[in-house]
């Protein structure tokens, strides 16, 4: 089994393979998921992929964004050159992108953004042209072990670092809210806010602890895991060190001396507090009492007269010490003795919070990496073609309303303007029963790792690339926005697929003069934001430090979803995206009052304005248009 170690900059992939791993991944200057990474230039990626080689070591490159239909040729031509340095694979999230890719001879790795958590998932896979699939973070270890039980590809698993609140390659908080779109790599990291909420009391209650799966190892080599993947590429170069080393000792040579003060080092130089993740089943992840990196935890001290005693604290000569209050930093110091431990400045008596900041081993180690040799190469890109022909779209009658609706309530109330209803809850055969005048399709659940059995006559809406292989060929089968259609070389072939709701005026607009297939464009509706399998956070709402206010609710299947503040309203613009040739608008009238949905329904049904005011009085008194005025 491979430990892969993050490189987010020359100095982190020197680090990083020094500390012993097997396979290194790393980003160039674009189309990465990290990009307040250093990342590389042309000519240092080249470099990296020499200097890796020369030392045993693999390199996967990310090119894990969603891709424009203005930004396809330059990605296609940054693969080619990925492949001409002599990479390894490349990382994929961008399904458009994986088709234009099919041609360039480079393994090809699912980013764990694409949402494979199934069997299903793997066998597209297997059928897609990708050799290996980095499992989404919120599989347990029985799920994985079930899932990947004789898997036509190579399997990957997140073992250590950052997780994700949202489902990856769901979340569109940052993007929403922020403008900064995790799904093009710049999320603003909006889980690790404060919120403030009458359920869930106060604090960072999105923020997750981070993962530290070492003791998982053996057994996911046992299942036949391909690869343990460690998150880091925004940190230091010492950390990708310290994890590499930590990891392959533990998978190597787990009697050696050095693993357990490796560890120790590890967990100072980056600490937000840590979890097995969803290894162990679905329990609480969030560590709500800060989101930042405070190192080790020691524990509690009683401090008096400025002193406090260190015995039975591995504290050393020189460690950096912070001392904290709850969510305030008191203060910190370096220590100058060992047994009692005096404060250089005036603290109060009383109880804290003792952290190690800073070990001066870490020195040590980071001496040991030496200077960080010029990477430097002289391969050029060549520009490569993508052939997206303008077609003719021609729209048969009139636009198709297709409501979201959460109940048989729900529906009743939204028939009347209905031609299509997407049914989002478990008594779905009941309700397709009662469904007389539009067409009925099952809102599939999030995630699934066991895909359900649906009768053939029911249509299904899916979000990831294993309920699509679940179903296509059996039912008639709908994508939703969270399968991030964002350029016209989508390769799927549903009945109908809603645009990425990051989607601008001009993008929506070229989409349609090059896409053949059925669109839908979500027109009203409040945005879901995160989709979490977190068992704890309540159905309510959230406050953020802005007093913008987000609906919380906890669906049939115990997942925890997050939604805007206000409703996507974009009924002014509808007469031009029919000129686009939209075929279908999506109202998501899911939770809310019959009132609503009634008045909501006229107002599309019947292209008139007469309740709009009245509809956003209903809704908070605000509207907002999402991307469509505003890019990412």
Known sequence: MEI???????????????GGCDAVYLAGKNFGARAS???????????AVKYAHEHGVKVNVTVNTIIKNSELEEAVSFVQFVKDIGADAVII??????????????????????GIHSREGLEWCAKNGISRAILARELTLEEIEEIVKDSPIETEVFVQGAMCYSMSGGCLFSSIVGGRSGNRGECAQPCRKKYTSEENGNGYVLSNSDM??????????????????IEGRMRSPAYAHLASKSYSLQLNDPESDELESTVALLKTVFNRGYSTGYMDGVKELVQAKYPDNRGQYLGKIEIKNRKFSTEGMDIGIKDGLSFFKGDEKIGGFQTQTVGTAVIPFKIQDGEYDLYRTYDPRIDVVKNGF???????GNMKRCEKRVNLPKVERVNS???KLSFYVSSIKNMKAALPYADRIYYDAPDFLEASKECDSAEFVYYLPRFTPVEPDVPEEIGVMVHNPGQYEKYIGKNRVYCSCFMNMFNSAFPLNPYQTTLSVEMTRPEIRDMCSRFEGRLEQLVFGRIELMVSRDPNLKSGTIQDEKNYKFPVYRDHNGLVHILNSSDTMLFDVKKELERYGINSFGIDVRRRPAVLIDLVGKAFRNNTDADLQKIKQMCGGTFNTGHYLRGV
């Open 212 to 229: 530290f799966c070492i003791d998982y190892l053996k057994k996911l080599e046992e299942m036949g895991i391909t690869s343990v993947k």
């Open 93 to 114: 999230q961008d399904l458009g992108l994986l088709k234009a890719i099919e041609n360039i001879p480079i393994p090809k790795h699912a980013s764990t953004q694409m």
């Open 37 to 47: 990474a250093k990342n590389f230039s042309d000519a240092e990626l080249e470099g």
């Open 4 to 18: 892969l170690a993050p490189a987010g900059s020359p100095e982190a992939l020197v680090a990083a393979i020094k």
């Open 397 to 399: 009658g009139k636009i």
């Open 370 to 376: 030496g200077p960080t040799p010029k990477l430097t």
